[in-house]
């Protein structure tokens, strides 16, 4: 059976009868849970800034684990034609060597795609953080405090740490790059300073520098994404790698291509033991990821799989042709 809700719905509904009468008819047909979606899709229709951040070809192919993984378990991801293989590694904390595990969650996507975006809007390797932590984590949509600075702060130092490999599988049988990490220095937020310390504003003033052959890869390949549509995902671990994953995708796509569902568990169902387990999250997710990204057309099938088809790039600004985002009410 194939799926009616992946083509375009949400973003269709707020066009033709805009937000509160959509709501109420996702209410009235036993659908309320899918208002969220709706609100997604809302802030993408009405979204006239059309900023861009960019990922990393390799990480929309493939993606760090969801959940927090054993801090000695190297991972190992397969999507598209690249495997990753990230390791865990070791930081002077203190003076004192610590062991960090790979990266895991929506929280460190949402440090690498700021941390990607910013070097490639520079065209530098530095990134300057800003004027304090908060100030840029606001910036990518998160609160900064209690337990999600912990959070962070946790995140960044496993970024800091870990290495990566990918492995690309081409005719000629070249590799993307073989080995790598992602940030040769900063990154290592000052913990426990006194409130109103007068060196806290030249504390926090950071620059993280990107390892030298991930930024020359990022440059040479990287993929171009909205960043509104990272602000809605940004608590959605799963939905945002399908989003980044659908706009690398819609890059070269000529013709519609099927997606199995064993291709589909092999590159998104990390942290998901069984395979008949995956379709639930999987489908909840991509409504998520398409609600963010109005232009794309997809369609799913219990039995086969999902259906791509070429759509627009997601920074196109007409969803409709003659019809302007910043017109949705």
């Not at 598209?80 to 460190?108: C, M, S």
């Not at 020359?216 to 509104?228: G, S």
């Given at each position: 059976?194939?799926?009616?809700?992946?083509?375009?719905?949400?973003?269709?509904?707020?066009?033709?009868?805009?937000?509160?009468?959509?709501?109420?008819?996702?209410?009235?047909?036993?659908?309320?849970?899918?208002?969220?979606?709706?609100?997604?899709?809302?802030?993408?229709?009405?979204?006239?800034?059309?900023?861009?951040?960019?990922?990393?070809?390799?990480?929309?192919?493939?993606?760090?684990?969801?959940?927090?993984?054993?801090?000695?378990?190297?991972w190992r991801r397969t999507g598209h034609d690249v495997t990753l293989l990230i390791e865990p590694g070791t930081l002077l904390v203190n003076g004192k060597e610590q062991k960090f595990g790979v990266p895991y969650g929506a929280r460190a996507r949402m440090i690498l795609i700021f941390l990607m975006s910013e070097a490639y809007r520079t065209g530098s390797r530095e990134v300057r953080l800003g004027g304090s932590q908060r100030r840029w984590f606001e910036r990518m949509g998160i609160s900064f405090g209690g337990e999600t600075a912990k959070a962070i702060r946790d995140q960044s130092k496993r970024i800091n740490a870990c290495s990566l490999k990918f492995?690309?599988?081409?005719?000629?049988?070249?590799?993307?790059?073989?080995?790598?990490?992602?940030?040769?220095?900063?990154?290592?937020?000052?913990?426990?300073?006194?409130?109103?310390?007068?060196?806290?504003?030249?504390?926090?003033?950071?620059?993280?520098?990107?390892?030298?052959?991930?930024?020359?890869?990022?440059?040479?390949?990287?993929?171009?994404?909205?960043?509104?549509?990272?602000?809605?995902?940004?608590?959605?671990?799963?939905?945002?790698?399908?989003?980044?994953?659908?706009?690398?995708?819609?890059?070269?796509?000529?013709?519609?291509?099927?997606?199995?569902?064993?291709?589909?568990?092999?590159?998104?169902?990390?942290?998901?033991?069984?395979?008949?387990?995956?379709?639930?999250?999987?489908?909840?997710?991509?409504?998520?990821?398409?609600?963010?990204?109005?232009?794309?057309?997809?369609?799913?099938?219990?039995?086969?799989?999902?259906?791509?088809?070429?759509?627009?790039?997601?920074?196109?600004?007409?969803?409709?042709?003659?019809?302007?985002?910043?017109?949705?009410?």
């Amino acid at each position: 059976m194939t799926e009616p809700h992946y083509d375009h719905e949400f973003p269709r509904l707020l066009l033709d009868y805009g937000y509160e009468q959509a709501a109420e008819h996702l209410r009235s047909s036993g659908r309320a849970q899918d208002i969220a979606f709706l609100d997604i899709s809302r802030a993408l229709l009405s979204d006239d800034k059309s900023e861009l951040g960019v990922s990393y070809s390799g990480l929309c192919l493939t993606s760090l684990p969801h959940k927090r993984l054993p801090d000695d378990q190297v991972w190992r991801r397969t999507g598209h034609d690249v495997t990753l293989l990230i390791e865990p590694g070791t930081l002077l904390v203190n003076g004192k060597e610590q062991k960090f595990g790979v990266p895991y969650g929506a929280r460190a996507r949402m440090i690498l795609i700021f941390l990607m975006s910013e070097a490639y809007r520079t065209g530098s390797r530095e990134v300057r953080l800003g004027g304090s932590q908060r100030r840029w984590f606001e910036r990518m949509g998160i609160s900064f405090g209690g337990e999600t600075a912990k959070a962070i702060r946790d995140q960044s130092k496993r970024i800091n740490a870990c290495s990566l490999k990918f492995f690309w599988e081409s005719d000629s049988g070249a590799d993307g790059f073989a080995k790598g990490g992602i940030v040769s220095s900063g990154l290592m937020f000052r913990d426990g300073l006194p409130k109103g310390d007068v060196k806290q504003g030249k504390l926090f003033d950071d620059v993280v520098v990107l390892d030298p052959v991930f930024f020359e890869a990022l440059q040479k390949h990287h993929v171009k994404l909205r960043e509104e549509a990272i602000r809605q995902l940004k608590d959605r671990s799963l939905a945002l790698d399908i989003y980044v994953w659908l706009a690398y995708r819609m890059r070269k796509l000529s013709k519609p291509v099927n997606i199995s569902w064993a291709a589909l568990y092999d590159q998104f169902g990390g942290g998901v033991k069984l395979r008949k387990h995956f379709p639930t999250p999987f489908k909840n997710a991509l409504k998520a990821a398409v609600a963010a990204y109005p232009e794309v057309k997809v369609e799913l099938s219990d039995k086969e799989g999902i259906v791509l088809f070429p759509s627009p790039l997601p920074f196109h600004r007409d969803f409709v042709l003659g019809t302007n985002f910043t017109k949705v009410a």
